[in-house]
């Protein structure tokens, strides 16, 4: 009896008639009612939240910020939510309303925004009345337990989103306080260098002023001897006006006849004058008739002289000599010396009538002045005595004017003194407005004073400070697409599970064979194997073509499962041909032992440490995992280990099998009748 003849049997026994063709069509089905169905009711439930009922009161009354802007922020947030879509939101006026409908059922829960909410959104502008604003929601388990989780990611979104848009705007108003503070200290740095600068120039200002109380001091001191000097001679202009006065007084009277003696004076000089010029014309006119006397005997020589010659008595040369005779014995005569003597005397004379003209001319204008000096002498007298009177003043004056200058020498000595303090301190006071500048300036520079854009950028990352870049390398297209390989691995044990409710695991003419024990062993296992893999095929084809699961690699994933078909159907019809009916209880604590560690829902390190040990033994886990591979396109290096491990369950599947065969070869009453048939 060959394997295929045995396997043959069984499956033309479970198709002999309507009825069992029927019980096969429906087992063949069980994986997809289980598998294809539940996914179909749970392929996105996300997607249709909007179905729920939630209720929605808002109660803010609003705010106003520091800006002067108004804030209703808790009618943005209901808008926001409306807007979204995500559930049916039902607005409500009341609170009480809105708990007494989650209470019923009517809403599966209600957020509320309190009248606050925009109050406390702009409190971090405060430093004294910073609050938290709140969202109260109501949910009730009662209604729907996994409801909560996902209203909570809703409230948190919500709260995500809120708290990043007021804290970009809080981050954006404390950064453009940085940049007042910044242009404040920057202003306040050249208010410091100008001060810095002012100092410095007091300084210098002080060291000048130093130098000129020095100067001042000297000064005072040579002021007070000049004082001191011009004090004596103030002394002695009162003692010469004094003696002025009285030489004046003297004057005066001595010139008191002054101006009678010089009328006479001039009377008489007159007189000379005019005797005088009388004498000078009476001997010019002496000195004129011996000249002409002179020339006129003279002239009759050369007449003789000429008659002579003309005669012929003398000749020229003759007359010449006797005329040069003539000439020289003229020049000795006593007429000639008297000639000469009178013009000597005649220019004497002419002189003398000119100093008379002279003296009679002065001595009228000092007749005619002698009055005028009278009346001066006069008021030099009077003057001589003013000035006696004020030179005495002159003198008391200038002694207050010693006393004077000897206190400005001594203010001008403390006043040098207080300069050169007031310059060491002008010193000190510039160093430190310097340094104070050149801090502030340094302290400006470390205060932010960021632009528009950088204030934005800045603003943002306060509020959202830190940002989730997901990189999927593998991803789930739905929920449904999700949960595919945790329920296509459930169903496809299910499914065996169910076959092995109506086909037999081995039958009883095999056994009663004389066929080796692993042909009857496979020959037992490959009707379960067929039926498996139409499961399996059915299952693909309606996820993938009807559902939509769009595998990233169909065809591998096809092949996978009829693997997994594979070593399953071994496992559950060897174990149920190893222990008989308590075998199909032991393929079920299986199927619930495997529906906990496998990881289709929550990761499998999740759960407590003994299922971690269920988890490496048991197959489910590591076709979940292959076929998450399969469908969201992960690395598919650990394919050929996990196929290798499913050809090793298949292997322990058939050795139970082969174990089975041979105890079966041998009857006992317990074979015949069995303590409990399932």
């Known amino acids: 009896m060959t394997v295929l003849r045995l396997a043959r049997s069984e499956l033309k026994r479970m198709t002999g008639g309507l009825l069992p063709k029927l019980t096969i069509l429906a087992l063949i089905m069980v994986p997809l009612l289980y598998g294809a169905v539940y996914l179909y009711a749970n392929w996105d439930p996300y997607g249709n939240l909007d179905q729920i009922d939630a209720a929605l009161v808002v109660e803010d009354t609003g705010a106003t910020a520091s800006d002067g802007a108004e804030l209703r922020a ?18 409500l006026a009341g609170a009480n309303e809105a708990d007494e409908g989650v209470a019923s059922g009517k809403y599966a829960f209600a957020l509320k925004i309190p009248q606050d909410f925009s109050a406390h959104l702009v409190s971090p502008g405060s430093f004294d009345s910073a609050s938290q604003a709140m969202l109260n929601v109501t949910t009730n388990d009662a209604n729907n337990y996994l409801l909560s989780t996902i209203v ?12 990043a848009d007021v804290g970009e705007e809080t981050a954006n108003q404390l950064l453009t306080g940085f940049g007042t503070i910044h242009t404040q200290m920057v202003r306040a740095a050249d208010g410091a260098g100008r001060l810095a600068d002012g100092v410095a120039a007091l300084r210098d200002g002080t060291a000048a002023l130093h130098d000129g109380t020095a100067a001042l001091s000297s000064g005072a001191d040579g002021l007070h001897a000049g004082q001191l000097r011009l004090r004596d ?36 000089a007159a007189e000379v004058a005019a005797g005088n010029a009388q004498l000078n014309t009476k001997i010019q006119d002496v000195a004129a008739q011996l000249e002409a006397a002179d020339q006129g005997l003279r002239t009759r020589v050369v007449e003789s002289n000429t008659r002579l010659v003309a005669a012929g008595v003398l000749t020229q040369a003759q007359a010449d000599s006797i005329l040069a005779d003539f000439d020289s014995m003229a020049a000795s005569n006593p007429v000639a010396a008297a000639k000469t003597k ?74 040098d003194a207080g300069a050169a303090q007031l310059g060491e301190g002008a010193g000190s006071a510039a160093a430190g407005s310097r340094t104070l500048a050149d801090e502030i300036g340094s302290g400006a520079g470390q205060v932010p004073n960021p632009d528009d854009a950088q204030k934005s950028n800045l603003s943002r990352v306060i509020a959202d400070p830190v940002a989730v870049s997901n990189v999927s390398q593998a991803k789930a297209g739905s929920y449904g697409a999700g949960l595919a390989p945790f329920f296509l691995t459930l169903a496809l044990w299910i499914g065996i599970l169910m076959l092995i409710q109506a086909m037999r695991p081995l039958t009883q003419r095999a056994l009663a064979s004389n066929a080796r024990s692993w042909k009857i062993a496979v020959g037992g296992w490959l009707p379960f194997l067929a039926v498996s893999v139409v499961q399996a095929t059915l299952l693909t084809l309606v996820v993938n073509l009807a ?57 499998w390190q999740t759960t407590p440490q003994p299922l971690h040990v269920v988890h490496e033994i048991l197959p489910m886990g590591y076709v979940v995992t292959g076929m998450r591979h399969l469908i969201y396109g992960a690395d598919l290096s650990m394919i050929v280990p996990t196929v290798l491990g499913l050809a090793g369950y298949t292997a322990l599947g058939l050795a139970m099998s082969t174990l089975a065969v041979r105890k079966g070869k041998y009857w006992t009453l317990t074979t015949l009748k069995p303590e409990i048939a399932v």
């Open 342 to 415: 009178i013009q000597t005397d005649a220019a004497q004379i002419q002189q003398l009538a000119d100093g008379a003209e002279s003296v009679s001319v002065g001595a009228a204008q000092l007749a005619a002045g002698t009055p005028a000096l009278k009346e001066a002498v006069l008021q030099a007298s009077a003057g001589a005595d003013q000035l006696h009177t004020g030179a005495a003043t002159l003198a008391t004056g200038q002694q207050t004017a010693v006393d004077g200058a000897s206190a400005l020498a001594e203010g001008a000595r403390k006043l």
């Open 152 to 163: 909570d990611k809703l409230t948190t979104s919500v709260h995500s989103t809120v708290a």
């Open 547 to 603: 559902l939509g699961l769009d595998a990233a690699h169909p065809v591998l994933m096809w092949l996978f499962m009829l693997a997994a078909a594979m070593a399953f159907s071994a496992i559950i019809q060897g174990i149920v041909a190893l222990l008989g009916s308590p075998g199909k209880l032991v393929v079920l604590i299986l199927l619930v032992l495997q529906l906990v560690s496998s990881g289709g829902t929550f990761p």
């Open 74 to 91: 808790g009618e943005e947030v209901a808008e926001s939510l409306v807007e979204g879509n995500v559930f049916h939101w039902i607005p």
């Open 233 to 268: 001679g103030a002394n002695q202009l009162t003692d010469g006006a004094g003696q002025l006065s009285s030489g004046l007084s003297v004057l005066k009277d001595k010139t008191a006849t002054l101006p009678g003696d010089s009328q006479t004076l001039a009377a008489g």
